[in-house]
């Protein structure tokens, strides 16, 4: 968490630092096999996001463990980091 001063010279805090999040696409990196990441599955009118996992050379599955079909992984994410309770860490 990161603290600012006010112009009147009173502490407050403001929103802890964040790994920056963004899509990558598939042609230019892969995920670690069997790691767990949000995905974007198109089939060529509309993409949805699941969470799922490259399964080495047996291609993308749904964390569910069924084989991705009907669609094509285009994109993954890492999952954002879990959010903070207010007074955490005190």
Known sequence: MTTRISRKGKRTATAPERRELFWIDVLDHMPDDEM???????????CEVWTGFHDGDDGWRYSSAEKVVGGIVTHWMDFPDPPIRKGAGK
């Open 36 to 46: 767990n990441v949000l995905i974007a599955v198109t089939d060529g009118e509309g």
